[in-house]
């Protein structure tokens, strides 16, 4: 859908697309319908997209601080989506959707669309940050600030907590 997108922003030649990451941990020969797909669609607006392949997780980070933008849609009820949590921890204001617990985890420093629609959607979030710096800028900012909620101190503090909760309460019964 992100691709879908691209192609309705194909005039704006300073747009371009990151897709990270594949289907099969690196092994490029061995890609799958799917990714195929993409890249055939993409070949219509060639410049416009690049596919990085498999990249190693604790090089994800460097990728990220390449873009001005993460746009992450999921196309189904996400749970806790962590690519959310990272794109927000690299400052990048961020286009999803209105997906499972995504709008919790993104709460107030998001663009959230929904689903229905979701290429016009997508589309005009991407314009609204294009051409709106200001927006962005702020929107970074306040990404990084939320991101702090998700480190892994504090995961591991609320994680205790709630066991310690839980424990307590099986005591008492």
């Not at 941990?25 to 669609?41: I, P, Q, T």
């Not at 601080?65 to 959310?84: K, Q, R």
């Not at 929107?139 to 205790?160: G, V």
Request: charged share 30%.
């Amino acid at each position: 859908v992100v691709i879908d997108a691209m192609l309705q922003l194909k005039e704006y030649a300073r747009i371009k697309l990151m897709i990270l990451g594949s289907s099969f941990f690196g092994d490029a020969k061995n890609e799958n319908v799917f990714m195929g797909s993409l890249r055939e669609k993409a070949r219509r607006i060639e410049g416009h997209i690049v596919f990085t392949g498999f990249i190693p997780y604790k090089n994800v980070p460097d990728y990220l601080h390449l873009a001005d933008i993460a746009v992450l849609p999921s196309m189904w009820e996400e749970p806790f989506g962590l690519t959310v949590v990272e794109a927000m921890a690299a400052g990048l204001p961020l286009i999803t959707t209105h997906s499972g617990g995504i709008p919790e985890i993104c709460e107030g420093v998001a663009t959230i669309v929904e689903r229905e629609n979701i290429v016009e959607n997508l589309t005009n979030a991407i314009l609204d940050l294009y051409e709106n710096p200001e927006k962005r800028k702020a929107m970074a900012k306040a990404s990084l600030e939320r991101s702090k909620l998700f480190d892994k101190e504090r995961y591991a503090e609320e994680f205790f907590r709630v066991i310690e909760g839980t424990k307590r309460i099986d005591k008492s019964l």
